[in-house]
């Protein structure tokens, strides 16, 4: 059975003096898809040009299992081009389910190609384009066919004490059958509810779940309980005094209920949920242990598909409900989404528009920030390419039940038990200044706590990785690629997750920070070739090393958040550096320029009054040392270098300091000393020792301080 039809119910019409094709139509309308088979195929037989029948054969033999059949119709009508390109789709999804999936792509591509603004096909592609990855291991669960199965279908479990009620379509009526004209076969019974032990293991241990108000003439189920399972929430068919009510196409659509329920699990206070219309389904509930919200499947106008979940909050004690409101594009498409089970912020569901294996597959969602994120295909084995729908868990959130039609089953859909083994963690690498841009073959590291290696993923051309990773463990991720660094620190848990997968952004830092200068020598104030600047991580002692050429020009590229120690050296010049904390700091150039003096026997710093030249006897004091040791060596030469504040101009600051360079140097040679052995220069205020540059506000004593003479006594090199 498929699970479109547990959302509408066809009722008997008259058809008199209807053509076969007419006949086929309502039958089709109904969903009695052998009646309705069998009276198409009589039509194309006398008239093969009937497209529209040709489709409802294709479309009737998917309905009722016939894979085979369905994709040869399916393959004509792709081929052809009066049919419709939706058909195109639907072949795509045949060869899907029959896990032709090179055959699929092809005509998954031709659908897109005809239909731009059904996002289903793309989707549809990218998911073939991983199939290795959600065919990656059978061992992610462990997966059993419960025993109770009848050959019939058996679907929607859920747990209730000790047992599993679900929905099934055996046949126990002894003596009135209750006959639906859309079952597959003449042993298919209405739906009905049904609860066995949880490890049971024979068809005799299941019993009926019969309740007054509960079993009617069609369609009973699913049901869900909450409350301490004191109350419940169940479909049927749409029956009103024991007769069921057709909608404007002749079709009996599904209701919601709600009820009580006692320690003998007998029902009372029943009672139709209010948005529960005549023309359109409303089914499949869930409802939260609270009782508070609502989540439901149903394919009212103005959703974006066939059937779309839907979410309605619980007002007040009298079970009044907030409007639904459709779950949004994420999670509804253009096919049909059902079944709904939400475990904490986790919501699971059935889906055949989202890419998947073939049919229906099981989904999960997570809830963040207002709405459910895009959903995670659950993989391989609880996803086949048969339809997988139903799930729901236990307390642990890492066993539970679902169905599936799949290939080995007692009857056409089973019931089937579960324990996941692992969690699923998708990685997408992105750039840390914009996290919208994805980075493809990156290296992906995943690390134990202790940070030893455990996997390695390269990241595909959408910047994804994949890992499985085992519950209640916590783990580190890293990520690296050329140019790029990972300067974040990124730890993940597994304590407390269950059945699904989760997302993470991992941020490379685009290498945009550099450590630039240039190397001066103070004496000259030219730039110095040859001189050698030193990076230092501190942190971990890696160095990296640089020779400046003529430019004198340094260069390193960084990392943020880590403390470097720069370090400039040449021979016959004193060694200078500092430090550099890249804290908080993602791009930009980091300029810091050196000056080297040379090495110096001698040196005295003697300092001037604000606007003179004239060399004050203490300081002049201060040179005797340097007077001895001049005299003492003959080899040896002077450097004098003046300087000025930044007060006046810079040419009469110049001019200034060039005048305080030959006040010292004719203390020199009135003392002796050969003016061929001294090398005088006026600075200006070009080589300021602290911040007050022209326009910076400063006290005097710092100003005063640049007001200064630097004299030293070198060895020839």
Do not use: C, W
């Given at each position: 059975?498929?699970?479109?039809?547990?959302?509408?119910?066809?009722?008997n019409i008259s058809t008199l003096f209807m053509s076969s094709f007419e006949k086929g139509e309502k039958m089709y309308q109904h969903l009695a898809y052998r009646n309705a088979l069998e009276l198409y195929l009589y039509t194309v037989e006398r008239d093969p040009e009937n497209y529209v029948a040709r489709q409802r054969i294709a479309d009737c033999y998917y309905r009722l299992g016939n894979i085979d059949e369905a994709e040869k119709r399916y393959a004509e009508l792709?081929?052809?081009?009066?049919?419709?390109?939706?058909?195109k789709y639907q072949y795509a999804q045949v060869l899907s389910v029959q896990g032709k999936y090179g055959d699929a792509e092809k005509w998954f591509s031709l659908y897109n190609a005809a239909q731009k603004d059904d996002a289903r096909g793309q989707e549809k592609l990218s998911f073939i384009y991983s199939l290795s990855y959600y065919f990656r291991d059978s061992v992610l669960y462990t997966i059993s066919n419960k025993g109770f199965n009848s050959d019939q279908s058996d679907f929607a479990p859920n747990l209730h004490k000790n047992g599993i009620v679900f929905v099934s379509a055996r046949d126990r009526d002894l003596f009135i059958k209750k006959k639906s004209l859309s079952a597959i076969d003449e042993n298919e019974s209405h739906l009905n509810?049904?609860?066995?032990?949880?490890?049971?293991?024979?068809?005799?241990?299941?019993?009926?779940?019969y309740h007054d108000g509960m079993n009617t003439i069609l369609h009973d189920g699913p049901?869900?309980?909450?409350?301490?399972?004191?109350?419940?929430?169940?479909?049927?068919?749409?029956?009103?005094?024991?007769?069921?009510?057709t909608?404007?196409?002749?079709?009996?659509?599904?209701?919601?209920?709600?009820?009580?329920?006692?320690?003998?699990?007998?029902?009372?206070?029943?009672?139709?949920?209010?948005?529960?219309?005549?023309?359109?389904?409303?089914?499949?509930?869930?409802?939260?242990?609270?009782?508070?919200?609502?989540?439901?499947?149903?394919?009212?106008?103005?959703?974006?598909?066939?059937?779309?979940?839907?979410?309605?909050?619980?007002?007040?004690?009298?079970?009044k409900w907030s409007k639904p409101v459709n779950l949004g594009a994420n999670v509804n498409t253009l096919g049909d989404e059902f079944?709904?089970?939400?475990?904490?912020?986790?919501l699971y569901f059935s889906s055949n528009g989202h890419g998947g294996l073939g049919g229906l597959d099981i989904f999960s969602s997570s809830y963040s920030s207002g709405r459910f994120e895009f959903p995670i295909n659950l993989g391989f084995p609880l996803n086949t390419s048969s339809d997988d729908f139903s799930l729901i868990l236990d307390k642990s959130g890492r066993n539970g039940f679902f169905a599936s039609n799949r290939p080995g089953g007692k009857g056409y859909d089973d019931i089937y038990q579960f324990t996941v083994n692992s969690f699923f963690l998708t990685v997408k690498t992105v750039e840390r200044q914009d996290s919208a841009k994805r980075i493809d073959k990156a290296t992906v590291s995943l690390f134990d706590e202790n940070e030893n290696l455990l996997a390695e993923e390269v990241t595909s051309a959408n910047g994804i990785a994949h890992f499985d990773l085992d519950f209640d463990r916590d783990y580190i991720i890293k990520a690296k690629k050329k140019d790029y660094s990972f300067v974040d620190t990124l730890s993940y848990s597994t304590h407390t997750r269950h059945l699904g997968g989760d997302s993470v952004l991992v941020p490379l830092w685009k290498q945009s920070l550099f450590a630039k200068g240039s190397v001066y020598s103070n004496e000259?104030?030219?730039?110095?070739?040859?001189?050698?600047?030193?990076?230092?991580?501190?942190?971990?002692?890696?160095?990296?090393?640089?020779?400046?050429?003529?430019?004198?020009?340094?260069?390193?590229?960084?990392?943020?958040?880590?403390?470097?120690?720069?370090?400039?050296?040449?021979?016959?010049?004193?060694?200078?550096?500092?430090?550099?904390?890249?804290?908080?700091?993602?791009?930009?150039?980091?300029?810091?320029?050196?000056?080297?003096?040379?090495?110096?026997?001698?040196?005295?710093?003697?300092?001037?009054?604000?606007?003179?030249?004239?060399?004050?006897?203490?300081?002049?004091?201060?040179?005797?040392?340097?007077?001895?040791?001049?005299?003492?060596?003959?080899?040896?030469?002077?450097?004098?270098g003046a300087h000025a504040d930044s007060y006046g101009t810079n040419q009469y600051n110049k001019a200034l300091s060039e005048r305080r360079a030959e006040a010292v140097l004719s203390y020199f040679t009135a003392n002796g000393i050969v003016r061929s052995r001294i090398e005088a220069t006026g600075f200006g205020e070009e080589l300021l020792l602290n911040r007050c540059s022209n326009g910076v506000e400063c006290s005097e004593e710092e100003h005063s301080l640049n007001r200064r003479a630097e004299v030293k006594v070198q060895l020839p090199q």
């Open positions: 059975m498929t699970i479109g039809e547990t959302l509408a119910q066809s009722s792709a081929a052809s081009e009066m049919a419709d390109p939706v058909y509810v049904y609860i066995a032990p949880v490890d049971a293991t024979l068809d005799e241990q299941v019993k009926p779940f049901i869900t309980f909450f409350n301490n399972e004191r109350n419940v929430a169940f479909t049927r068919n749409n029956t009103r005094n024991g007769k069921p009510i909608n404007s196409k002749g079709r009996v659509n599904l209701k919601l209920f709600f009820a009580k329920l006692n320690d003998d699990d007998q029902m009372s206070h029943f009672h139709e949920f209010q948005y529960n219309d005549d023309d359109y389904s409303v089914g499949h509930p869930f409802v939260s242990e609270d009782g508070l919200r609502l989540i439901f499947a149903s394919d009212m106008p103005g959703g974006f598909g066939g059937v779309d979940l839907y979410e309605s909050v619980r007002q007040n004690i009298n079970d079944y709904p089970h939400l475990v904490g912020s986790t000259s104030q030219s730039l110095l070739d040859g001189a050698t600047v030193t990076l230092e991580n501190v942190t971990t002692g890696e160095k990296q090393r640089a020779i400046v050429d003529s430019t004198g020009r340094y260069d390193f590229k960084i990392q943020p958040n880590t403390r470097y120690r720069v370090t400039a050296s040449k021979e016959g010049f004193l060694d200078s550096g500092f430090n550099l904390n890249t804290s908080n700091i993602f791009d930009g150039d980091l300029v810091n320029d050196f000056l080297l003096e040379e090495v110096f026997v001698e040196k005295a710093v003697i300092q001037f009054d604000f606007d003179k030249s004239q060399l004050r006897a203490e300081e002049a004091e201060q040179l005797r040392p340097i007077l001895k040791e001049l005299k003492r060596n003959k080899t040896a030469t002077l450097n004098i």
